[in-house]
């Protein structure tokens, strides 16, 4: 893609095009140290998780054996008494608040990087960026309680004019039904967009800082606007960047456990409406673990936990291939 | 080097000191509705007697997991093992102090300890079935009060916990339908409403939204200042929650009949029980060391005398006395030797 001359993209290249150094190849006993620490490092973080599945994978036979794969997942039923357990709700939970925090999330997000990049004069920048990034350095079980006992109060305000509103429109008024609680799918997911933007938005920022400013002022020149610039220029550069760091947004979101436990309603029971409890897979295992007496009881709940890992892998390879296939069309375009 | 001298010599010192104090200090782990009477006890009896008691709320899951693997001194379970289980894994098992719980409301204009509840009314409003507070249901038994025409948001715990195992314990009592449906555990099925984290998320929903009902701790009532009913018990008594009603439960139970103490404390007979109580029990190996054992017995003996103010000012209920003499002839049958 980058033949097309007009705009080499932010792209990692393979091993064999990158520039090495012609003087003493590992010459230097320290380089020899570095290449092994560094071979060590990424060796040891794949290490740690295919450890970490396998053990997971483990600990969560006795509940395979029992339930099988398809059963597990399809059932929606989670009794502990009678000690039967299914992972649907949990996976749909997980799923839809996700969706929601991305949803929320990343226009914002963007919005905001935007705005530091190309909007915000000098001596603004600083305070605006330093204050997005103070957001991820909140511990997330104080986003739970601040969600529990500052936002949901307010927001249950609010959400019998949702009902009047949204609710009375045909087909996606189903999602805001119910009682005005303030807790459940949908403040779980307003919450999970609060705590994934500092993430989202700090790459965002970063990649787009870096768009050459020749780029930058040749579309101004010829008289694009800044929303043209953003949305025409910038966004295509750092296509492949942005979208990763939406998905560390989005891998946040779904391993949520504590901001989502306090404000989700904690229901198994699943409704279509948003405004109503639900559950996650993280909330389910912050609730019971500790209280989960028997082996069959733990078991499925890691086996939960090997299903979120699932989910994150299948989402991830998603996201692969999403940016591969954005590169084709650019690629084609070109 | 003199220095150097002397900060080998503190350290040979501390170390003595911390050999020392390691064999003093007794490990526990596991409920955390018992957590605060334990630690007080425990920071009481190391004033009095030198030891330290180390406790670790994990949960009772956790408590019971610990003590089958010989990592800690004592366990405490918030559900009581079943014989059969406690003799297959060489345990035994004693209770520690009763407490109780009530179900709190949100209603406009209904003030505490105004609404009556019976248990078969709590079982079908958490079953689903009683949806509006003015069903006929609760009236009749509420014939003073304005009930108003308001949905029933159901509240319950959404972490496992012994509250919620108490609970559920009740309602399968009364309700044949509730032990047939959902049945009693540290967390179960539940039919309808929403899940709050702890006493303090299951209070914070109930003050928030109105028509809801939750189930609390007592001495969580008591502190969050929640409005809270009275019930209908197993003598047909109209009874508000009070130590002396947890402790009448336990003082109703012949736990000389009961094997291991067997025996949850809720729906018991007597004018002025309390329908809903409940207790913690104590895990212990039978083939730990006896000194180990022993440092056990002795901590708990030392609490169920010395420590029922301290219990009261927390709102756990002390042991009645027939009770602590049970435990003291079960120690001795069980495991061979007494204080």
Redesign the interface.
């Known amino acids: 893609m980058s033949e097309s001359g007009v705009v080499s993209r932010l792209e990692i290249r393979p091993m064999s095009e990158r520039p090495k150094s012609v003087g003493r190849p590992w010459g230097l006993p320290a380089d020899f140290l570095f290449h092994k620490m560094a071979v060590f490092a990424a060796f040891l973080v794949a290490g740690v998780l295919f450890a970490t599945v396998i053990a997971i994978a483990f600990d969560s036979r006795l509940s395979i054996h029992a339930f099988g794969i398809w059963k597990f997942l399809k059932s929606s039923e989670w009794n502990p008494v009678t000690q039967t357990f299914g992972a649907f709700p949990f996976i749909v939970g997980t799923l839809v608040s996700s969706t929601i925090a991305m949803v929320l999330g990343v226009p914002i997000s963007f919005g905001v990087a935007v705005f530091i990049a190309e909007i915000a004069p000098a001596w603004i920048k600083k305070p605006v960026a330093g204050a997005i990034e103070l957001l991820a350095a909140i511990p997330s079980i104080v986003y739970g309680l601040w969600g529990l006992l500052i936002f949901a109060p307010v927001f249950a305000k609010t959400e019998p004019w949702i009902n009047d509103k949204l609710g009375a429109i045909p087909g996606i008024g189903l999602l805001f039904q119910g009682p005005p609680m303030g807790i459940g799918m949908l403040t779980a997911g307003i919450v999970l967009a609060i705590m994934v933007l500092p993430y989202i938005s700090s790459i965002m920022r970063d990649v787009f800082l870096i768009v050459p400013s020749s780029l930058r002022e040749s579309a101004y020149a010829i008289g694009a606007t800044t929303w043209e610039v953003a949305w025409n220029i910038i966004l295509p550069y750092t296509r492949s960047a942005v979208i990763g760091g939406i998905f560390l947004g989005l891998g946040r979101a779904l391993g949520e456990t504590m901001a989502v436990t306090f404000v989700i309603g904690n229901s198994n029971v699943l409704s279509s409406s948003l405004l109503m409890p639900g559950v996650t897979i993280p909330s389910v295992l912050a609730n019971e673990f500790t209280e989960a007496t028997t082996k069959l009881y733990v078991s499925s709940l890691i086996y939960l936990g090997l299903i979120l890992i699932a989910v994150t892998l299948i989402v991830r390879f998603l996201a692969v291939l999403l940016i591969r296939r954005l590169g084709r069309r650019e690629g084609a375009k070109a | 080097m003199k220095s150097l001298r002397v900060t080998a010599i503190l350290l040979a010192l501390s170390l003595v000191g911390f050999v020392a104090s390691a064999q003093s200090t007794l490990t526990g782990a596991g409920s955390?509705w018992v957590y605060p009477l334990v630690a007080k006890w425990a920071a009481a009896y190391q004033q009095n007697n030198g030891v330290e008691v180390n406790y670790q709320s994990?949960?009772?899951?956790?408590g019971?997991a610990q003590i089958k693997a010989g990592t800690v001194a004592f366990g405490a379970s918030d559900?009581p093992l079943k014989p059969e289980d406690l003799s297959s894994a060489g345990l035994i098992q004693f209770p520690t102090a009763v407490a109780g719980e009530d179900l709190v409301y949100n209603l406009p204009g209904i003030q505490a300890e105004q609404l009556v509840l019976s248990g078969p009314l709590v079982a079908d409003i958490y079953l689903g079935k009683i949806k509006k507070w003015n069903d006929p249901a609760i009236a009749k038994l509420n014939s003073g009060l304005n009930l108003p025409d308001m949905?029933i948001?159901v509240v319950h715990r959404?972490?496992?916990?012994?509250t919620t195992f108490t609970f559920c314990d009740y309602l399968s009592k009364v309700s044949p339908e509730w032990k047939d449906k959902?049945?009693?555990?540290?967390?179960?099925?539940?039919?309808?409403?929403?899940?709050?984290?702890g006493n303090e998320?299951v209070a914070?929903?109930v003050q928030?939204?109105p028509?809801s009902i939750g189930y609390v701790e007592y001495a969580y009532i008591l502190e969050s200042h929640l409005f809270d009913a009275r019930m209908v018990n197993r003598d047909g008594k109209i009874v508000s929650p009070s130590l002396k009603g947890f402790q009448d439960a336990a003082a109703h139970v012949d736990f000389t009949k009961a094997q291991d103490f067997y025996v949850i404390l809720t729906d018991h007979t007597g004018p002025d029980t309390w329908p809903i109580s409940g207790c913690t029990w104590q895990i212990l190996r039978k083939n730990a060391p006896k000194e180990t054992n022993m440092a056990v017995m002795k901590f708990f003996d030392w609490g169920f005398e010395h420590g029922q103010d301290m219990a009261r000012s927390i709102s756990f209920g002390p042991l009645p006395s027939s009770t602590v003499e049970a435990i003291k002839s079960y120690w001795k049958k069980e495991l061979g030797y007494s204080l």
């Open positions: 955390t994990i949960g009772s899951g956790g019971i559900m949905d948001t959404s972490d496992g916990s012994g959902v049945g009693a555990n540290t967390s179960v099925a539940w039919p309808t409403g929403v899940g709050g984290k998320g914070s929903y928030r939204i028509g």
